[in-house]
Each structure stands twice: as C-alpha cells, then as structure tokens.
C-alpha cells in the first residue's frame, strides 16, 4: 500500500483496510523519499548518496500517523524507502511477494501521463501482482487536501 500522503492515496488505505478486514490480509504502508522532487540537482550532487535525515524522519512520522487509521484487529505495517517512487513500489511488492497492490491515482489522465509519467500507469505495467488503482478523493477531504478530523463535541 504505497502512500504519497494525497488525498488519493488516504482514499486507497481506506479501501485497502477495507479488504484486509475481509480477507485477514496483512498490510504494509510504504513511502517513497523522491529526492528528485525534495532535493535539488545541485544538492543531490554535493550529499553523494546522504539522504537528508528529515526526509525521512517525516515519512517515518507521517505512516506513524497513518497507523492510527488501521483497526487494531488488521495487521499492519510501515517501511520507508528513497528512491523512483515507480521502481521502488514494484521492487518491494517483489521483495515481499505481495499478492496485490493498491494505490490511489491523481487522475491527470493520458496526455500529462505521456509527458511527465504516472506512478500508478508504471506500478500496473511492470508489477507482477495485481493492482488495485482507487481513483478520487475521500469525502472528508478539505480543498486544502487534508483530512478533516471529526470535531470535538
């Protein structure tokens, strides 16, 4: 269950819970450290193969987060990993011979998909498990694109 923290993304671990409360399935939440998009060239350059300690500490706290979501009777997991988000989903689902992937999608549909790629077009041409692509946002998703919590009565 890989998450970028999108409102697509939490729309997907909502429907993942849903299937391991039915098929007792084990779940893992994993976030990919895309330096390419939180690191510049120039200071990829300089860090030769550091990743800068808060990246992944705030993927770590984020999943953390995540954690409270999942029921306690579902098995669950977190891992983070840096690299291509694309490569690194299917190179995990291998690594832990995953029987299904479920992501969510941004929907920017063919034409930007053919120009700047798409995760979730990558993760369902090259994965060799089947992928559960959720498309849209939760109904409690605020425009700012985050989770509103239930407020305190």
């Not at 490569?87 to 120009?115: H, Y």
Request: charged letters at 20%.
């Amino acid at each position: 269950m890989p998450t970028d923290g999108s409102g697509q993304a939490f729309r997907a671990v909502n429907e993942a819970i849903q299937l391991a409360a039915v098929t007792g399935a084990q779940l893992t939440l994993l976030m990919v450290v895309d330096l390419n998009k939180h690191v510049a060239a120039f200071e990829q350059v300089s860090l030769s193969g550091y990743v800068p300690a808060e990246l992944k500490i705030a993927a770590y706290q984020f999943l953390a987060d995540l954690m409270h979501v999942i029921p306690s009777e579902i098995k669950a997991r977190t891992r983070v990993e840096v690299g291509n988000p694309s490569e690194v989903i299917c190179d995990v689902a291998d690594e832990e011979q995953s029987n299904l992937i479920v992501m969510g999608s941004r929907g920017f549909g063919t034409f930007r998909s053919m120009l700047v790629g798409s995760v979730s077009h990558y993760v369902l041409q090259q994965a060799h498990c089947p992928v559960l692509i959720v498309k849209g946002m939760p109904d409690d998703w605020d425009d700012e694109e985050n989770y509103l919590a239930p407020a305190d009565e």
